[in-house]
């Protein structure tokens, strides 16, 4: 067996899908260099739904129990006609839900979520961090990697995985395949609870659907805070990225929905803004002792909030490939990849599905609201099956 207590991988990349890498890798007693290009490790954004397959994650690396006491568990997820304020769909996601799954499905803030897995990260005595690092350069060699940054220096190690986000530099440097900008945006805020309207304040994520545009909402911390998220397809020509936003551009896209959805868009008192990108899946995501995960490889859109939930996954995944070869990372990265590329293209193609369901119009607005007219419960959760049915047990099969 190999003695996998001396070995190193170099983790690119701070976020959500980078923490939850390096602790899975330490779990298998592999050291790890986290090199992360911000000044602080940290995460911007709001709020980020969390399905069963998520928590699943979260225990594997046994930060479950910190996501849960930070998080909202919610009561249904409910899709709403924005145009008649009509109720299309509501899915339970109560104890039937749960005992189904063996999860919750759960509202959080996105830095609750991250800080709940860097608390494990910042405890382990075999990750070592190095912040502001912008990494440049990968060179993939027979015995080992060497990731090179803007500054010249030279970090070397066993193995690297790059989590470094849609404009990820291992990526480019690898396989080459970048990211598409899909032409969606997506506005974000926090609105306080005070200044939410009562008929509102619901114990679920609430989707509104109207036509070439969405808005969603639901409770933060413990209720205190609401999260608003708000889509549609820019006239512009876009390019990824975040910058603020503003309320006259939001209201330009939302015009013939319902009041009670509609207002919604006076409340937040600042907006965020973002241009949204994924990628079309391919065949590989890395060579050698080289590979992705998360953003850097699925980039995803928003619509069926799994973007964290994937990359939670992977990084349990991973952990339990390197296992698997026995810390041989060309076979465990092959391996990895080989269920990983599967399981998130079929996210990605539904994801995009999706959106195309939430923006329809005219008839096909009136299809979508018939699709899941007098659908059972138990129907429901067979169709989530596939999706919230992940756990360690089974991560390393084909679903």
Partial sequence: MANTAKQKVIVVGGGIGGLAAALALTRRNIQVLLLEQAAHIGEIGAGIQLGPNAFAALDALGVGEAARKRAVFTDHCIMMDAVDATEVVRIETGEA??????????????????????????????IEFRTSTHVSDVKVKADGVEVIDTEGNVYRADAVVGCDGVKSVIRAKTIGVQHRVTGHVVYRAVVEQENMPADLQVNAPMLWAGPRCHLVHYPLRGGKQYNLVVTFHSKEEEEWGVRDGSKEEVLSYFQGIHQRPHQMLDRPTSWRRWATAD???????????????????????????????????????????????????????????????????RVVWSTREMGRIYHAKGVERTVRNLLWKDKSQEQFYSALEWLYGWRLENCLQPR
């Avoid at 991250?114 to 405890?123: F, N, Y």
């Avoid at 080289?290 to 991973?318: F, K, N, R, S």
């Fill in 279 to 345: 990628a079309d899946p391919v065949d590989e995501w890395g060579t050698g002792r080289c590979t992705i995960l998360g953003d850097a490889a699925h980039p995803m859109t928003q619509y069926m909030a799994q973007g964290a939930c994937m990359a939670l996954e992977d990084a349990v995944t991973l952990g339990e490939a390197v296992a698997r070869c026995e810390g041989d990372f060309d076979a465990a990265f092959r391996l990895y990849e080989s269920i990983r590329i599967p399981r998130t293209a």
């Fill in 97 to 126: 839900f749960r005992q189904k799954f063996g999860g919750p499905y759960a509202v959080i803030h996105r830095a609750d979520i991250h800080l709940s897995i860097l608390e494990a990260v910042q405890h382990d005595p075999l």
